[in-house]
RNA sequence: CGGGGUGUGGCGCAGUUGGCUAGCGCACCUGCUUUGGGAGCAGGGGGUCCUCCGUUCGAGUCGGAGUACCCCGACCA
């Protein structure tokens, strides 16, 4: 069933609408591949963005907000950074525009020429790091663990809603530490930190891993990440973590005094999620009738639908949904009463269900009568009638049971799509057929890239937790020390 | 940057060999009846048919150029 979802174009659309307005600025061809968030799907991304923030901030982190426009002399001081990044870049040439001599709108000024071009960040750590060369000068100095919010621009040449933005938002981290493993350390912590978010709140479940040197960030000496299976079966990178060493400090001279006087260069992390998180969230847990969100994300948890007749039977249910809110409210649940009385029921149910809304309380003048109430949760569909006192204790429990059931529903979905394989001809079967497949890979670039080729499945990470398992590569048949996670990838 | 496709009210589309006043569904507005799984009837508003150039008595329809978007590759969080 899930496989029909994402190939089928109306689901797509089916799970964005509410989100996102899809490339909605045509004929401005600046804006390609950009989306409008509308306002709950931002909704989503800030009560993401402030679960993070708070998890940073308990980890010893400040937020910092560094200029959007970078000289591109800044950009090219680390070579494979610029390497990585050069053929993706905004660049700002011009600050003025002028009138058209010949009277048709604007034009650019050819006068206000910019002496030094300015490149839209793709990242910051060339902006960041120039102004850590002035901040760290002593031990005393560090670690220094900065975090920015921001929105950053790469000219991708395909574009795919949330996975690949022309403009994302995300959040960056730059920290420099005394020594190699402090800093191994940090990177390490913040994966985990992601793979914590992932599976709390998004209800995600993710394989922590290092990535293989092709699929490095550009200017890492290593970089982490957490991979999530997609509903059909293709990989996604949701968040990164790279240990740089001591890269851009050499590149941007960043030394520090130690204890005992000696100069030395400071070592580093970077790490990042971006709105590419809410296609995570929206792919791994959606079905036919929309979005499912995880009760920890969503930002309404109860729609109350009041049945009547009547102006009266609407005001007498909707007093009754009143009270309940209030009480659910004392206990940290958000509910919305859709009292609109220009729509049938059956429309509101429907449309809550495409908004993903975890739980459906159903109010009308039969349930007055009895002192009932029907309680419906968007996961599984079902619905069931319920004695109305005490309702206020059951939601918040039935939340915590929904938040559970759909990471355990996204967790059994990944194990049945997971495999071990030890022979090539299997390996291309299950790669067609998506999923994640472990196996031995004998640790060369060139192996990787030939598969690649041959598949297209890329080695989405070499797992953290890698039990020491003797075995042979998959394609070369050298010997290899243990499985890596090949898929499929977004 | 290669290959394919599409541009017609807010959304989804029809309009087939050029022809009369450019249609349909959804949405929207008004009224009445409805409301326990996407309501019904009646009335109403809303269009530079992507742009420019050309062919023609006449172009949404034919030709050329441009442009935007979508899908598939290479690239990527």
Known sequence: MAKEITEREDNYSLWYNNLVVKSGLAENSAVRGCMVIKPYGYAIWEKMQAQLDKMFKESGHSNAYFPLFIPKSFLSKEAEHIDGFAKECAVVTHHRLMSNPDGSGVVVDPDAKLEEELIVRPTSETIIWSSYKNWIKSYRDLPLLLNQWANVVRWEMRTRLFLRTTEFLWQEGHTAHATRQEAIEEAEMMV?????FA???????????RKSAGERFAGAVDTYSIEALMQDGKALQAGTSHFLG???AKAFDVQFTTKE?????VWATSWGVSTRLMGALVMAHSDNNGLVLPPKLAPIHVVMVPIFKGEEELKRVVEKMEILKLELKERGVVAK??????????????????KGVPVRVVLGPKD???GTVEIARRDTLTKEQRVFEGVEEYIPQLLDEIQKSIYNKALSYREANSYSVDDYATFKEKVEEGGFIYAHWDGTAETEEQIKIETKAT?????????????RCIYSGKPSQGRVIFAKAY
């Open 368 to 370: 007055l009568q009895n």
């Open 246 to 248: 001591q890269n851009f």
């Open 459 to 471: 080695i989405r990470c070499i797992p953290m937790e890698d039990k020491v398992e003797e075995g």
């Open 261 to 265: 006087g000696k100069l030395e260069y």
């Open 192 to 196: 985990h930190l992601y793979e914590e």
């Open 337 to 354: 009463i859709d009292d609109r009385d220009n729509l049938r029921s059956g429309f509101k149910f429907a449309e809550w269900e495409l």
């Open 199 to 209: 599976k709390e709140y998004m209800a995600l479940p993710v394989v922590v891993g």
